[in-house]
């Protein structure tokens, strides 16, 4: 075997290693947990927005839990109204899900979190959460 020829199959099985994580690295990614975008202000700051898929329902439904991290950067209390939307690779909204009204004590982080249905196929064209509405009083 020439040094050539060895060099040739080297770089053969290199490509074959990217094309493998190139292929697989996507479909991980694809899995059933959903991930957002995170907000920090003065007053409040939201992070660890997820979402991860439960159980497939009846009818093409699936249920999913979505869940984010607040805080209340504050030394009040607060009341805090969020809406979070999923959003496809386009932006374009695909449902929404919304806590109201939620008390945060002073300086504290409280977890939000909530069960709901939506179409299976949404949930699978799901790319990211968005924050959609914020209101803090």
Same mark, same amino acid.
């Given at each position: @075997?020439?040094?050539?020829?060895?060099?040739?199959?080297?770089?053969?099985?290199?490509?074959?290693?990217?094309?493998?994580?190139?292929?697989?690295?996507?479909?991980? +990614?694809?899995?059933?947990?959903?991930?957002?975008?995170?907000?920090?202000?003065?007053?409040?700051?939201?992070?660890?927005?997820? +979402?991860?898929?439960?159980? %497939?329902?009846? +009818?093409?439904?699936?249920?999913?839990?979505?869940?984010?991290?607040?805080?209340?950067?504050?030394?009040?209390?607060?009341?805090?109204?969020?809406?979070?939307?999923?959003?496809?690779?386009?932006?374009?909204?695909?449902?929404?899900?919304?806590?109201?009204?939620?008390?945060?004590?002073?300086?504290?982080?409280?977890?939000?979190?909530?069960?709901?249905? @939506?179409?299976?196929?949404?949930?699978?064209?799901?790319?990211?959460? %968005?924050?959609?509405?914020?209101?803090?009083?």
């Amino acid at each position: @075997m020439t040094r050539k020829t060895k060099t040739s199959k080297v770089f053969s099985a290199a490509w074959v290693v990217v094309l493998v994580i190139t292929i697989a690295c996507p479909a991980y +990614s694809r899995s059933q947990r959903r991930r957002g975008t995170s907000y920090i202000s003065p007053r409040i700051e939201i992070s660890n927005i997820s +979402s991860i898929r439960h159980e %497939k329902a009846k +009818s093409g439904l699936i249920w999913y839990s979505i869940k984010a991290n607040v805080r209340n950067r504050t030394q009040r209390t607060i009341h805090v109204t969020i809406c979070f939307q999923a959003v496809d690779r386009s932006g374009y909204e695909l449902d929404d899900v919304c806590f109201y009204d939620e008390l945060i004590k002073k300086d504290a982080t409280r977890i939000l979190s909530d069960k709901t249905v @939506m179409d299976a196929t949404d949930y699978k064209n799901t790319w990211e959460w %968005k924050i959609k509405k914020l209101r803090i009083e």
